[in-house]
């Protein structure tokens, strides 16, 4: 299957869900109290906030993985459209985790639907690099192995830190907010990438 068609049409969709996001803070009820009625929505603007992170972020995160890729297969084609749906699906439970936290009610299973949501998007991830990177399927020849089995670590890891997400949804939704964003600064910074290429330093020490 061609490489950059799966790309274009993954692209196309992070740009949809990235711009729907915006639709999930609900417009002034009232402009009698309009001062009031944007602070009353600063729940809506936090939710919408970390999605537009997080759905950044794995745009990121896609382009890099998929670079590491020599071909693409159905297979991956169909676990990449899974993913990608769940990506679709993210301004969904970010817009009722937003309403909720705002009117004070339902805010526990509002954040307990965005955690799952997450959860399933990180098994995803996981699904599409394990399928990918398993005995070598269909990564560039160059990619080395070691830095294989530590994508393989990080990505298994992800999906833990996600399933817990549903324990902090459980106790507190403000938290389970704030770990999301967490979550989002601490994939932001590609801490896989630095000690790649902190380990291919130390193997060349002549490399610049």
């Known amino acids: 299957m061609s490489k950059s068609r799966v790309e274009m049409l993954s692209d196309g969709i992070f740009a949809i869900a990235i711009t729907l996001l915006v639709l999930t803070i609900p417009p002034p009820a009232h402009y009698q109290h309009l001062g009031h009625e944007l602070t009353n929505r600063w729940p809506s603007l936090a939710a919408y906030a970390v999605s537009f992170g997080v759905i950044g972020i794995m745009w990121l995160n896609h382009h890099s993985v998929f ?58 991830w996981g699904a599409v690099w394990l399928y990918a990177s398993g005995r070598r399927r269909l990564l560039e020849p160059e990619f080395p192995e070691d830095r294989r089995a530590g994508a393989t670590l990080a990505f298994t890891v992800g999906t833990i830190l996600y399933t817990l997400s549903i324990g902090v949804a459980l106790l507190n939704a403000y938290a389970c907010l704030a770990f999301h964003g967490l979550l989002a600064v601490y994939y932001a910074l590609d801490p896989l990438s630095r000690r790649a290429s902190r380990a291919a330093a130390m193997a060349d020490p002549g490399s610049p």
């Open 67 to 124: 670079g590491n890729f020599a071909r693409v297969d159905r297979g991956l084609f169909y676990l990449n459209l899974a993913l990608l749906m769940t990506i679709v699906f993210l301004p969904y439970p970010t817009g009722v985790l937003g309403e909720a936290l705002r009117r004070g009610q339902g805010a526990r299973v509002a954040a307990v639907a965005y955690s799952v949501t997450m959860t399933v998007n990180a098994y995803a």
